[in-house]
């Protein structure tokens, strides 16, 4: 299987603030975002393998900034590594006062997804070549990231988790 170039799964997805997307101080609801971030890192993986895909970690989002009724949402989604089955995706997001002309930084995550077969199975995927250094530097850390996402979720025992641990332990 080929690899495939990490800009070549490039998703911006902008959405408009409603208000039925915001909570009672006229901001943009967490929940909302979230959905929209889903959508927006499901087509990036989906662009990457070519196949369905399912949502299988979210990592720590932090709402840095508040979106406020009326903005813009503009979601940068990029796969940044692959692995066997699974692909990490990275987001960027930024609200934007129209009238003002005024862009900011909301928030940043890391979602994980898996390709599936037409059995709904796990499905093995191109490997991912970066190109950038952004995204070299976001692809050396996919690994140590993963093995965190594996060790909170269970899967992984901490002393089994080579790349974490050679941050912690000078052999």
């Not at 089955?85 to 003002?100: C, Y």
């Not at 077969?117 to 530097?137: G, I, M, S, W």
Request: proline share 5%; charged share 25%.
């Amino acid at each position: 299987m080929e690899e495939r170039k990490a800009s070549g799964s490039l998703t911006i997805m902008t959405e408009i603030v409603l208000p039925n997307d915001t909570n009672v101080f006229g901001n943009l609801m967490g929940g909302r975002l979230m959905y929209w971030m889903d959508i927006a890192a499901a087509l990036a993986a989906q662009k990457h393998c070519n196949a369905p895909v399912v949502t299988a970690s979210v990592d720590n989002i932090s709402f840095e900034n508040p979106i406020k009724l009326g903005n813009a949402v503009h979601i940068e989604a990029k796969v940044t590594r692959a692995f066997n089955t699974s692909m990490e995706i990275h987001l960027k997001v930024w609200g934007e006062d129209l009238t003002q002309q005024f862009k900011y930084k909301s928030n940043e995550a890391y979602y994980t997804f898996v390709a599936l077969d037409p059995h709904r199975k796990p499905k093995v995927v191109p490997q991912l070549f970066p190109e950038t250094e952004e995204e070299k530097k976001l692809f050396d850390g996919a690994l140590r990231r993963r093995q965190l996402r594996l060790i909170l979720g269970g899967k992984l025992k901490p002393k089994d988790a080579t790349e974490l641990k050679a941050l912690f332990v000078k052999d």
